[in-house]
């Protein structure tokens, strides 16, 4: 079965509009046309004019100066794809890349996992007061990626930080989690997961508000079980909100640099160079912003392609037989 | 199949009495129709018996175990909602198919089972689409062939067809009586529609206000209901109440209201003095057992003021004195509006004022 055939009209409908074409005017010639033909429409227009312009401004030219920064090298000569073919050699950009892509096969699920877990614990009967449990899970949301990272590197310190506290009541030797590349790895983990999966607790959360209640009662009265009726009614259900959850966590977690900065500073040594902290560095640092563009289009076309992968594979509508 | 027994079900929802000490046995193979206006806890106890609360007090048995403490799925009914409940993200053949599925039946019979009732209940047609996509009556007929697929020892029908067109309502309610006479399996039906109960019914039960008011055949309730309640809610053009006490007149009991002096016989009169001492009662008469005559000089006169004409019949609304009664007449009746008729009461009840209860 094919997605296409749930939403093909209705018999008849088609039949319908087929015999009525020869009594209709002839449709408008395209959309231009249409956009200026009625005085109401013009005003549409001179209305959208503004935000146009301003789109245009803010997310059009840039991709096309972009554009015009890759092919171009950092005296301003035309080099072609020069930019792109010195990337594929540099290794310290595979560093980077391969730990963005790290981070966020880490991230991703982990984020996904604890919001769904938090949006069922608020969604269940067992919380009461529902509001002030929100308000309380997303304050990670309302902090500033800096501050975060500020908060949490204090807490991994050796011998202030909390996170070695239930270590010292065990006997063990404290951690020293930011200067080991493994360790270093963990932590910033555990931070984008504190940081981001508020905001796929406040997606799926919302999801589950969307599950009409009689379908669980049928179900238990169908004769499934809790864990059943979550597998077959929730999950499909808010599957939707999860590809969007699924993304936005994704771009969340890969983007980051905040944390970076304000923790590990990429350190140590390369270990914890994502894209955000090596396109910062090449651009600001380095001042090679000719060059740093070619990975913002890596970028750019990574956070495309998982976010087609997601949309695909988690929201568009698949049958079950 | 199994009786269904529920015995001094009470069920709060916080301060709110929702039912009150409820009995109620369904006979194996019945069809119980628990009739009664919304907030009367009809639906409250159905959701008791396929376990989708808990009662407050009192147990409930299908069969010979008492399932208060049963999970829904351990307790093999069925339950049609009022909204369906379809699974929306399932076709219509995955939603029949979907209690099989949970009990493990083999694939090859799960798509024979599914087939057959869907032939049953002729919606075929919309086993590969979603619910979305089917129309109300079709949608309500998945719900049923969920439940019916299933084989339960008791079906729960919770309005069924309170969400589809009249027409189709018709229809479908000899249909679902059909197919339980067929499947011979206990089904507990519940609806405010009187009509749908008594069409339905091989027992009614009418609720208000959380207690069972009667128990009995459709023609029962009709005919002998228990009380002022019952005589009001059922009876498509409403039973005609007439305030007033009892009175000796030369001899004879007769009751006596502002507007009307009817005799009342003297068994009825034996027993009412015996059940109401005071004598005020109201009494209660239906429409099409009231006769009338277009003579000027008989007892009991009043004028009527509006034909309400139905087609197979017509309703006289006879007006005396600030009360309203409702006549049935035959379809071409000669009487028009503004006429004097002379009415005599052929079959009436009297109900107790103080308690409501029926004088019998």
């Not at chain 1, 994704?250 to 640099?257: E, N, Q």
């Amino acid at each position: 079965m094919t997605v296409q055939q749930t939403v093909s009209p209705l018999p008849g409908q088609g039949a319908t509009s087929a015999n009525s074409v020869n009594t209709q005017p002839p449709p408008p010639q395209g959309m231009w046309s249409e956009l200026f033909s009625f005085r109401d429409n013009r005003l549409g227009v001179m209305l959208i004019v503004p935000s146009l312009l301003a789109l245009i401004l803010v997310q059009f030219y840039p991709i096309v100066y972009n554009f015009w920064l890759i092919l171009t090298s950092e005296k301003g000569e035309w080099i072609g794809l020069a930019n792109l073919s010195r990337l594929t050699r540099d290794t310290i950009f595979h560093g980077a890349l391969i730990f963005s892509l790290k981070m966020g096969i880490v991230v991703v699920p982990m984020c996904l996992l604890v919001g769904l877990g938090l949006a069922l614990l608020v969604h269940s009967d067992y919380a009461g007061r529902k509001a002030i449990w929100i308000s309380i899970l997303i304050i990670p949301l309302m902090v500033s990626e800096i501050v975060a990272g500020m908060m949490w590197k204090i807490m991994y310190h050796p011998t202030l930080g909390l996170v070695n506290v239930p270590l010292a009541a065990l006997g063990l030797e404290p951690i020293i989690w930011l200067v080991k590349a493994d360790t270093a790895f963990i932590a910033l983990c555990v931070v984008e997961v504190w940081r981001i999966s508020p905001l796929a607790f406040l997606l799926l959360y919302a999801g589950l508000n969307q599950v009409p209640r009689d379908i669980y009662e049928a179900a238990a009265v169908d004769g499934a079980t809790r864990w059943r009726a979550f597998w077959d009614m929730t999950l499909p259900y808010i599957r939707p909100m999860f590809a969007i959850a699924t993304i936005l966590v994704f771009v969340w977690s890969t983007r980051t640099i905040g944390t970076i900065a304000a923790t590990t500073q990429g350190g140590p040594g390369r270990a914890t160079w994502n894209l955000s902290w090596y396109i910062y560095g090449m651009s600001f640092q380095r001042l090679k912003p000719h060059y740093a563009s070619a990975a913002v289009l890596v970028m750019l076309l990574m956070t495309y392609i998982a976010g087609t992968i997601f949309v695909r594979y988690l929201w568009v509508e698949r049958r079950s037989r | 199949m199994a009786e269904v027994r529920i015995e001094g079900l009470t069920k709060y929802f916080g301060d709110t009495c929702a039912v009150n000490q409820l009995n109620l046995v369904v006979r194996d193979g019945d069809l119980v129709v628990l009739l009664g206006p919304s907030g009367c806890g009809k639906t409250t106890t159905m959701r008791c018996v396929a376990g989708l609360e808990r009662p407050t007090y009192g147990d409930i048995y299908i069969g010979e175990t008492r399932v208060n403490d049963l999970e829904p799925r351990e307790r093999d009914v069925a339950l049609v909602f009022q909204s369906y409940a379809l699974y929306p993200h399932f076709t219509a053949f995955d939603n029949i198919a979907y209690p099989l599925r949970l009990r493990k039946t083999p694939k090859d019979e799960i798509e024979r089972r599914v087939r057959d009732v869907a032939e049953m209940l002729g919606i075929t047609h919309t086993l590969e689409r979603p619910p979305g996509l089917c129309s109300g009556g079709e949608q309500q007929r998945i719900a049923l062939g969920r439940a019916i697929v299933r084989e339960p020892v008791v079906f729960l029908m919770d309005e069924p067809l309170s969400n589809i067109d009249a027409l189709l309502r018709v229809y479908m309610r000899a249909e679902i009586k059909r197919l339980q006479h067929e499947l011979g399996t206990t089904m507990i039906y519940v609806t405010h529609d009187q009509v749908e109960g008594m069409t339905m019914a091989d027992q009614i039960a009418v609720m208000n206000e959380g207690t069972l008011q009667q128990l009995g055949t459709p023609s029962e309730i009709y005919d002998m209901p228990a009380n002022n309640f019952v005589a009001r809610f059922v009876g498509s053009t409403p039973m005609n109440f007439i305030p007033g006490a009892l009175q000796k007149e030369n001899g004879k009991t007769v009751h006596k209201s502002d507007q009307f002096v009817i005799p009342v016989g003297d068994e009825m009169a034996d027993r009412a003095a015996e059940l109401c001492p005071g004598g005020v009662c109201t009494l209660g008469v239906r429409p099409e057992e009231i006769r009338f005559t277009m003579d000027e000089e008989g007892a009991n006169q009043a004028g009527v003021f509006l034909l309400e004409p139905l087609g197979s019949e017509t309703i006289l609304d006879i007006e005396k004195e600030g009360l309203l009664l409702k006549v049935k007449d035959v379809a071409a009746t000669q009487v028009r509006e503004g006429d004097v008729l002379s009415l005599s009461f052929n079959r009436f009840h009297l109900f107790d004022d103080e308690t409501g209860a029926a004088i019998r």
